[in-house]
């Protein structure tokens, strides 16, 4: 008896520190506010590295180095959404074979362009630490052939999720924490002409 | 004849022992006088001895007493006045114990403005010790503070002030160099991104080129700082100067300041630090 007392006392009093410890690893909504805007820049910066490697006029040089960047910003795995306004169906390709073929598209010109770049859920905090939330954005893909100028434009919505978690690295001798901000998969939501 | 000239001697002699009676009545009075007098005198100079001790000792205990209302200046200028005062009759014995006590209350008022200028000094010490460590302030800031500081310090000759005061200068110096490379840098960055919204790739490349030969090597360390938080510092993702220079060139964007730039002893940039503008 006096056993079992003891070890429901132990419980209680570590159960009581879980709030405690729970509290000391939230951040504060200034710091919140900075990771919500790296998040945002990310894909921001994703949205600038589509159009450069779906750009005619960028060296392939250039374009391969920018899609090795563009690779970068993924967690292994991710996959594309594309859609057409001609057909219900949604591929879905990894991220280096969606970038390979947006460089390879068989049109003149292709202009890209990403807007109306949102949260359309919060970067909410998960059980291991890593915050997770989706930004929704709004593609126009226009493409263009030298005789019949505009031959093919839609307008997509979709939904990418976003994974923000905290590390730690050392660098020239100092220890830096970091946030690590990785997209996962696009998801096309609605694809209209 | 005779009879006459008794007669003169007699009331000569008579004359004379009423002189010496006279002088002795007359040396008696002076004596009397003069001792009466010496008398008064030393009173007077016992009661202006007494009320000097007595003001004295209220002012040394007021310092004493005093709970930081009185700077050091009012303390060290009203302990001088009563130090110059001459304490020491001798002849006045019964005050002796008195002056012994003013004597003692001014060991005690030199030995607190000793350990307030020393207390000064250490606040001093502490405040040019901070601003030294401390990497957020600008160069305006320190300029400012220094001036202060240096006006503080001129009332002690305190060598370990001296020694730290220099230390700030020579950081305000390095910080004065440190922003001409800064700017050079920046300038550099803002010629890539304007090259790159001309399309002009060839261009932003070869001043990616140019800033490279700045850097240890292409992969030299460059943080980015998202956040800080008291002593908490949210960095992005670590990258290198060639990763980073390329970034600009394709985003066609500057969106952060230099924070902070370290070299190796050959004056290649080892560490770029930059925050968001």
Same mark, same amino acid.
């Given at each position: 008896?006096?056993?079992?007392?003891?070890?429901?006392?132990?419980?209680?009093?570590?159960?009581?520190?879980?709030?405690?410890?729970?509290?000391?690893?939230?951040?504060?909504?200034?710091?919140?506010?900075?990771?919500?805007?790296?998040?945002?820049?990310?894909?921001?910066?994703?949205?600038?590295?589509?159009?450069?490697?779906?750009?005619?006029?960028?060296?392939?040089?250039?374009?391969?180095?920018?899609?090795?960047?563009?690779?970068?910003?993924?967690?292994?795995?991710?996959?594309?959404?594309?859609?057409?306004?001609?057909?219900?169906?949604?591929?879905?390709?990894?991220?280096?074979?969606?970038?390979?073929?947006?460089?390879?598209?068989?049109?003149?010109?292709?202009?890209?362009?990403?807007?109306?770049?949102?949260?359309?859920?919060?970067?909410?905090?998960?059980?291991?630490?890593?915050?997770?939330?989706?930004?929704?954005?709004?593609?126009?893909?226009?493409?263009?052939?030298?005789?019949?100028?505009?031959?093919?434009?839609?307008?997509?919505?979709?939904?990418?999720?976003?994974?923000?978690?905290?590390?730690?690295?050392?660098?020239?001798?100092?220890?830096?924490?970091?946030?690590?901000?990785?997209?996962?998969?696009?998801?096309?939501?609605?694809?209209?002409? | !004849?005779?009879?006459? @000239?008794? &007669?003169?001697?007699?009331?000569?002699?008579?004359?004379? #022992?009423?002189?010496?009676? *006279?002088?002795?009545?007359?040396?008696?009075?002076?004596?009397?006088?003069?001792?009466?007098?010496?008398? @008064?005198? $030393?009173?007077?100079?016992?009661?202006?001895?007494?009320?000097? %001790?007595?003001?004295?000792?209220? &002012?040394?205990?007021?310092? !004493?007493?005093?709970?930081?209302?009185? @700077?050091?200046?009012?303390?060290?200028?009203?302990?001088?006045?009563?130090?110059?005062?001459?304490?020491?009759?001798?002849?006045?014995?019964?005050?002796?114990?008195?002056?012994?006590?003013?004597?003692? %209350?001014?060991?005690?008022?030199?030995? $607190?403005?000793?350990?307030?200028?020393?207390?000064?000094?250490?606040? %001093?010490?502490?405040?040019?010790?901070? *601003?030294?460590?401390?990497?957020?302030?600008?160069?305006?800031?320190?300029? @400012?503070?220094?001036?202060?500081?240096?006006?503080? =310090?001129?009332?002690?000759?305190?060598?370990?002030?001296?020694?730290?005061?220099?230390? *700030? +200068?020579?950081?305000?110096? #390095? !910080?004065?160099?440190? =922003?001409?490379?800064?700017?050079?840098?920046?300038?550099?960055?803002?010629?890539?991104?304007?090259? =790159?919204?001309?399309?002009?790739?060839?261009?932003?490349?070869?001043?990616?080129?140019?800033?490279?030969?700045?850097?240890? #090597?292409?992969?030299?360390?460059?943080?980015?700082?998202? =956040?800080? +938080?008291?002593?908490?510092?949210?960095?992005?993702?670590?990258?290198?100067?060639?990763?980073?220079?390329?970034?600009?060139?394709?985003?066609?964007?500057?969106?952060?300041?230099?924070?902070?730039?370290?070299?190796?002893?050959?004056?290649?940039?080892?560490?770029?630090?930059?925050?968001?503008?």
């Amino acid at each position: 008896m006096k056993k079992i007392s003891f070890l429901l006392a132990a419980i209680l009093t570590i159960a009581s520190f879980i709030p405690a410890l729970a509290q000391t690893d939230e951040i504060s909504p200034a710091r919140k506010q900075a990771i919500d805007r790296l998040a945002l820049e990310k894909v921001r910066d994703l949205s600038r590295y589509i159009s450069i490697i779906g750009d005619k006029s960028t060296p392939w040089s250039e374009a391969n180095r920018v899609i090795d960047r563009a690779t970068e910003l993924f967690m292994l795995g991710s996959e594309m959404g594309v859609s057409s306004v001609y057909s219900s169906e949604i591929k879905y390709y990894g991220l280096r074979e969606y970038f390979n073929r947006l460089m390879r598209l068989n049109y003149d010109k292709v202009e890209i362009e990403w807007y109306n770049i949102e949260y359309v859920s919060d970067l909410a905090k998960q059980p291991d630490g890593t915050y997770v939330g989706v930004i929704t954005i709004y593609q126009r893909f226009k493409a263009y052939d030298k005789e019949n100028g505009l031959v093919y434009q839609d307008t997509t919505k979709k939904d990418i999720t976003v994974y923000v978690k905290r590390k730690e690295t050392q660098i020239a001798g100092k220890l830096i924490g970091f946030w690590d901000v990785l997209l996962g998969d696009i998801r096309v939501k609605e694809t209209s002409k | !004849m005779k009879n006459h @000239s008794l &007669q003169h001697v007699k009331s000569s002699v008579l004359y004379s #022992n009423g002189v010496k009676w *006279l002088l002795l009545i007359l040396v008696t009075c002076f004596t009397l006088g003069t001792f009466s007098s010496c008398n @008064s005198k $030393k009173k007077m100079a016992a009661n202006d001895l007494e009320a000097r %001790l007595e003001k004295a000792k209220q &002012q040394l205990t007021a310092i !004493m007493e005093d709970d930081g209302n009185m @700077s050091i200046e009012e303390m060290e200028s009203q302990l001088g006045a009563i130090k110059k005062q001459d304490f020491d009759n001798p002849y006045v014995k019964k005050l002796q114990p008195k002056v012994q006590e003013v004597k003692s %209350l001014m060991a005690q008022v030199e030995k $607190k403005i000793a350990n307030a200028k020393q207390q000064q000094i250490d606040n %001093l010490n502490a405040r040019i010790t901070s *601003l030294i460590n401390d990497n957020n302030k600008t160069v305006e800031d320190l300029e @400012s503070e220094l001036a202060d500081i240096k006006d503080v =310090a001129k009332k002690y000759s305190n060598s370990e002030t001296q020694n730290l005061i220099q230390k *700030l +200068e020579e950081k305000i110096k #390095n !910080m004065k160099a440190q =922003a001409k490379v800064d700017e050079t840098i920046d300038i550099q960055f803002d010629k890539i991104v304007s090259l =790159a919204q001309k399309n002009d790739i060839n261009g932003a490349n070869a001043e990616i080129q140019k800033v490279l030969s700045q850097f240890e #090597n292409p992969q030299t360390p460059v943080l980015i700082i998202v =956040a800080i +938080e008291g002593t908490i510092i949210d960095y992005d993702k670590p990258t290198t100067i060639e990763a980073y220079l390329n970034y600009l060139k394709d985003q066609k964007v500057n969106r952060n300041a230099i924070k902070e730039i370290e070299k190796n002893a050959l004056g290649k940039i080892k560490l770029l630090t930059l925050i968001k503008k």
